[in-house]
C-alpha cells in the first residue's frame, strides 16, 4: 500500500524557519515526481512546489520562491520542504503528493496525499 | 482570488447528476490536456477522482467523468450518492511562472 506521512509542522514565529518531511513507503520512490500543496484553513487547495524522482528539476509558485527549498533523499524514500522567512500567510496545512508523471518537469496529477501537517506562523 | 474559477456550491438528490464546472483561459485550460479533479471530506485529505481531463484513476467509481469545452472543464457525478457530498477542487497545468493552479473550490450537498 502507498503511504505518505507528512511531519514537521508546529507553530513559528513570523521570520522563522521550519523543515517538513513526508516519508514515503509502499512504492519505488526515486522513480516519482513529488509535490507539496497546501491548504489554510477554511480555504482551498494552493500547489506549493514539485520535483522530479531524481530531484534534479524542481519548480516553485510565486508566493514561496526564494524561501522555500524542496528536496528529496531517495536514499531514505523522504521529501522535504525547507521553509524560510516564513510569513502568517504561510499558516496552512501542508501535504505531500504523488505524481504520476511530470509535464515541463512539472509534476502532475497528484495521488496520493498524505495526511498533511499543520503549520501556524504567528508571534 | 484562484486561478480557475468554479461555482462556490452545486446540490442535487440522491440519484440524480450534477455538473461542476472549472473555468481557466487559453493558458491553463484551453491550451493543455492536464486537467485533475479532487474531492475532500472534511478533515481528510484530498483524493484524485480525474485527471488528464478525462480519466478516472483505478478505483474510482465510473460515476464521475470528466470533459473540457474551450477553456471550461466539467466534472459529472450520475446516480449521486451521499458519500459523494464533499468539497471539489480542480487543478491545471498552466504556461505562468506558477505551473501548477487549482480552482476555489465548490461544495457539494447531496440533498
Known amino acids: 500500500e502507498v503511504q505518505l506521512l507528512e511531519s514537521g509542522g508546529g507553530l513559528v514565529q513570523p521570520g522563522g524557519s521550519l523543515r517538513l518531511s513526508c516519508a514515503a513507503s509502499g512504492f519505488t520512490f526515486s522513480s516519482y515526481a513529488m509535490s507539496w500543496v497546501r491548504q489554510a484553513p477554511g480555504k482551498g487547495l494552493e500547489w506549493v512546489s514539485g520535483l522530479s524522482g531524481s530531484g534534479g528539476n524542481t519548480h516553485y509558485a510565486d508566493s514561496v520562491k526564494g524561501r522555500f527549498t524542496i528536496s528529496r533523499d531517495n536514499s531514505k524514500n523522504t521529501l522535504f520542504l525547507q521553509m524560510n522567512s516564513l510569513r502568517a500567510e504561510d499558516t496552512a496545512v501542508y501535504y505531500c503528493a504523488r505524481s504520476y508523471y511530470a509535464i515541463f518537469g512539472v509534476p502532475i496529477p497528484f495521488d496520493p496525499w498524505g495526511q498533511g501537517t499543520l503549520v501556524s506562523v504567528s508571534s | 482570488q484562484s486561478a480557475l474559477t468554479q461555482p462556490a456550491s452545486v446540490s442535487g438528490s440522491p440519484g440524480q447528476s450534477i455538473t461542476i464546472s472549472c473555468t481557466g483561459t487559453?493558458?491553463?485550460?484551453?491550451?493543455?490536456?492536464?486537467v485533475s479533479w479532487y474531492h475532500q471530506h472534511p478533515g481528510k485529505a484530498p483524493k484524485l477522482m480525474i485527471y488528464?481531463?478525462?480519466n478516472r484513476p483505478s478505483g474510482v467509481s465510473n460515476r464521475f467523468s470528466g470533459s473540457k469545452s474551450g477553456n471550461t472543464a466539467s466534472l459529472t457525478i450520475s446516480g449521486l450518492q451521499a458519500e459523494d457530498e464533499a468539497d471539489y477542487y480542480c487543478?491545471?497545468?498552466?504556461?505562468?511562472?506558477?505551473?501548477?493552479?487549482f480552482g476555489g473550490g465548490t461544495k457539494l450537498t447531496v440533498l
Open positions: 487559453s493558458g491553463d485550460i484551453g491550451g493543455y490536456n492536464y
Open positions: 488528464d481531463v478525462s
Open positions: 487543478s491545471s497545468y498552466t504556461s505562468s511562472s506558477t505551473p501548477v493552479v
